[in-house]
């Protein structure tokens, strides 16, 4: 069965850091562009960051850019997030998801995970 | 900044037929843009309904389409039911690695 399973969300202050997991299984993981996309309470979804296969290409949406980074150990199957200078606005439920590629060149999430929730607050 | 639109809310009776769509700020949607449509309730993670404008995903039923018209993505649901009542979202790549989602829609079956 295709999974993926989220780790690591917490309280954290402002200003503070915290890195998420997501565990991958059943698939090949390191054939697929992987996503991290977040949710604030009550509010829609968010696209906060992209990574390659390969780990060689890196995006990000620019409310995170300098202070969030996504990576990858294909070895572990394993995604990534690190939070850095964390603030009340990154309050959020984060979904770590796969990207599959249609037709040769139409990408969509077709794998989410349940979800990780990091409240930033004093 | 170009940001992706979606109607806040929509209403449907049951058994009626529903369009959602996914606009531009700046522009018009087409396929290069990728468009694809989630739905979601509440508590739950997103589930996948149609990828690359019009196809639909595994076991999603055919009371869902997707297509382009006019300027923007449409999402068209058939003979509505109670449980369609969700949130709908559409997400549109934007060029440069990035992505962006619509503010989603809250379609009320009633």
């Known amino acids: 069965e295709v999974q993926l399973v989220e780790s690591g969300g917490g309280l954290v202050q402002p200003g503070g850091s915290l890195r998420l997991s997501c565990a991958a299984s059943?698939?090949?993981?390191?054939?697929?562009?992987m996503t991290w996309v977040r949710q604030a309470p009550g509010k829609g979804l968010e696209w906060v960051a992209n990574i390659k296969h390969d780990g060689s290409s890196k995006y990000y949406v620019d409310s995170v850019k300098g202070r969030f980074t996504i990576s990858r150990d294909n070895a572990k199957n394993s995604l990534y997030l690190q939070m850095n200078t964390l603030r009340a606005e990154d309050t959020a439920v984060y979904y770590c998801?796969?990207?599959?590629?249609?037709?040769?060149?139409?990408?969509?999430?077709?794998?989410w995970g349940r979800g990780t929730t990091v409240t930033v607050s004093s | 900044q170009t940001v992706v639109t979606q109607e806040p809310s929509f209403s449907v009776s049951p058994g009626g037929t529903v369009t959602l769509t996914c606009g531009l700020t700046s522009g018009s949607v087409s396929t290069t843009h990728s468009p694809s449509w989630y739905r979601q309730t509440p508590g739950q993670p997103p589930r996948t309904l149609i990828y690359?404008?019009?196809a639909r995903s595994s076991g999603v039923p055919d009371r869902f389409s997707g297509s382009i018209l006019g300027n923007k993505a449409a999402l068209t649901i058939t003979g509505a039911q109670a449980d369609d009542e969700s949130n709908y979202y559409c997400?549109?790549?934007?060029?440069?690695?990035?992505?962006?989602f619509g503010g989603g829609t809250k379609l009320t079956v009633l």
């Open positions: 997400v549109l790549y934007l060029g440069s690695g990035i992505w962006m």
């Open positions: 998801a796969r990207w599959e590629l249609a037709m040769g060149q139409y990408y969509y999430i077709d794998v």
């Open positions: 690359s404008t019009n």
């Open positions: 059943g698939f090949t993981f390191s054939s697929y562009w």
